[in-house]
């Protein structure tokens, strides 16, 4: 089943990764648009080839604490439980009325001429670096459908895989929670 949290705002990933969990079917697109229009495009913007910079260079190591990631904590974002098969890309049927209803969110007046990151996270099973490398293809992927499928402008949304790096669930880094996408509004399109 998919999930969606809301994660609203936060001084750390760790505490905002630890929040309430909801149904997909039980978030109105109201309550997404809420949560991810509260952006503040006060502040330098978002250098999405750093953040990719600092992952790579981190892999295996957690990047929480890096300057660029740790910017993310405070800004809107919901977390979406999506299934793919196993070790690929395929996103599983059970998973689009999730990406369904953030593209309805997205294609709101409200959100549609912003830019959101879309961060792609595996569990640990596996090897760090291709744990990285399978979370990056996953972003794209959602971003592939949420473009294709859904009509989001491409221009829009940026994928970008951070592995294990970040889990849910600390203490069992191997979980399934762990396995997951963030979708954070990282202010106006240009």
């Given amino acids: 089943m998919s999930v969606i949290r809301n994660l609203g705002y936060g001084a750390a990933l760790a505490m905002l990764l630890a929040t309430t969990t909801a149904n997909a079917q039980d978030l109105s697109e109201t309550q997404l648009v809420n949560t991810l229009g509260q952006v503040s495009n006060e502040g330098a913007p978002i250098d999405v080839a750093l953040l990719?910079?600092?992952v790579t260079e981190n892999v295996g190591q957690g990047v929480a604490n890096l300057p660029n990631w740790s910017r993310l904590a405070g800004m809107p974002q919901l977390t979406v439980e999506i299934n793919f098969e196993n070790n690929s890309i395929a996103i599983e049927p059970s998973s689009y009325r999730a990406v369904g209803q953030i593209a309805d969110a997205l294609?709101?007046?409200i959100l549609s001429k912003n830019k959101f990151l879309v961060v792609g996270h595996t569990n640990?099973?596996?090897?760090p670096k291709?744990?990285?490398k399978l979370?990056?293809?996953r972003a794209n992927a959602i971003v592939e459908a949420l473009?294709?499928?859904f009509a989001i402008p491409a221009s829009h949304l940026v994928g970008i895989g951070v592995g294990s790096e970040l889990p849910v669930d600390p203490a069992d880094p191997k979980a399934p929670v762990n396995r997951?996408?963030?979708l954070i509004n990282i202010g106006k399109a240009n």
């Fill in 52 to 54: 990719v910079q600092e």
């Fill in 107 to 109: 294609h709101h007046p």
């Fill in 124 to 127: 640990a099973t596996g090897d």
């Fill in 130 to 132: 291709h744990n990285l």
């Fill in 135 to 137: 979370s990056d293809e």
């Fill in 147 to 149: 473009s294709t499928t």
């Fill in 180 to 182: 997951r996408v963030q």
